[in-house]
C-alpha cells in the first residue's frame, strides 16, 4: 500500500467540527456511545471530546461474557481523555434472552450450518442488547448515539443489523481501517489498544480477521485497487469483497417499504 498521506490533524479538527454541528442540530446535551476497548470506539470517544468536551460525553462499558482486557482497555481510553465511563453488565440480560428463546435445535439445514446459525443468532443478541442499552441512556441524559463502524467493515457488512448498526451517527464511517489507527495516534489512543487484534467480541477467542478470513491490511489494500480500478494483486480476495458488498447491501440501506400506487381517477 502506498505512503499514508492523510493530514490527521486536520481530519480530527473537521469531524469534530462536524460532530459539534450534529450536537447543536438535534438540540441534545451529549454524545452516547458503546467504549469496546478497541481502536474503533476509542477513536470515536476522542473525537467526540474533541467536539463538545468530556462532559458531555457519556461512554458505556457493556460487557456480556467478555474478555475482561476489553473493559480493562476501555477504561484506559476513557482515562486518556478524561471521560467518566458507566458500566452496564449485559451478562444476565443476555443469559436470560437466551433462556427465553426455542431451544437451538430448531435451527434449520445440515449439521455444520445448524452450529453456524446457532453461533450467529446468539452472537447478534450482544450488539443489539448494547444498541438497546444505549438508546435507554440516550433518552434518560438527553443525548445522540454515535457509532463507530468504519468504511472497511461497512463495505464488507461486516456489522449487525439493528445491533452496532442501529446508530444516529456515523463520524469515523468514511474512514478505512488504516485511517482509523492513524487518526488514533493523532488524537492520542493508548497504543495498546490501536495494536491490539481487532475483535467484536462476540464469542470467547473471536477476532474480526479470523472471521472475515483477510487482515484488514489486505482488505484496506484491495479495497484500494477496487477504489481505482486498478490491477488486485489478490484477485480472489477483490471479487470476494465485490460479492460480499453486493449481498450485505440491505444493512445500508432502509428497509423496502411498500407503497400503495393511487387509484385511478374515473373518467366520464
Not at 104 to 117: C, I, K, Q, V
Not at 147 to 165: C, I, M, Q, V, W
Request: proline content about 7%.
Amino acid at each position: 500500500m502506498s505512503v499514508d498521506t492523510v493530514d490527521y490533524a486536520a481530519l480530527a479538527a473537521s469531524i469534530a467540527g462536524w460532530l459539534r454541528e450534529r450536537l447543536a442540530e438535534a438540540g441534545v446535551e451529549r454524545f452516547v456511545f458503546g467504549l469496546s476497548g478497541g481502536v474503533d470506539s476509542a477513536v470515536v470517544c476522542g473525537l467526540c471530546c474533541r467536539a463538545a468536551g468530556p462532559a458531555s460525553v457519556l461512554a458505556a462499558i457493556m460487557p456480556s461474557h467478555s474478555n475482561p482486557l476489553d473493559a480493562e482497555h476501555a477504561e484506559l481510553v476513557a482515562a486518556a481523555f478524561g471521560v467518566t465511563p458507566v458500566r452496564v453488565d449485559l451478562t444476565p440480560v443476555a443469559d436470560a434472552f437466551y433462556a427465553a428463546m426455542p431451544a437451538p435445535g430448531s435451527a434449520t439445514g445440515d449439521d455444520a450450518d445448524r452450529a453456524a446459525r446457532v453461533q450467529l443468532a446468539a452472537a447478534n443478541v450482544k450488539p443489539r442488547l448494547r444498541m438497546t442499552t444505549l438508546y435507554y441512556l440516550a433518552n434518560l441524559g438527553n443525548g445522540i448515539v454515535v457509532g463507530s463502524g468504519n468504511k472497511t467493515e461497512a463495505r464488507l457488512g461486516y456489522f449487525t443489523k439493528h445491533g452496532d448498526g442501529g446508530v444516529d451517527l456515523l463520524p469515523i464511517i468514511d474512514l478505512y481501517k488504516r485511517e482509523v489507527r492513524g487518526l488514533a495516534r493523532e488524537l492520542g489512543v493508548p497504543e495498546i489498544v490501536i495494536t491490539k487484534p481487532p475483535s467484536a467480541g462476540l464469542w470467547p477467542g473471536q477476532t474480526d480477521e479470523s472471521e472475515i478470513g483477510a487482515t484488514y491490511e489486505q482488505l484496506d489494500a484491495a479495497y484500494a485497487a477496487l477504489d481505482a480500478a486498478a490491477p488486485c494483486d489478490d484477485p480472489a480476495l477483490c471479487a470476494e469483497l465485490v460479492r460480499r458488498e453486493r449481498a450485505t447491501a440491505h444493512k445500508r440501506t432502509a428497509a423496502p417499504a411498500f407503497r400503495r400506487v393511487p387509484a385511478a381517477t374515473p373518467t366520464r
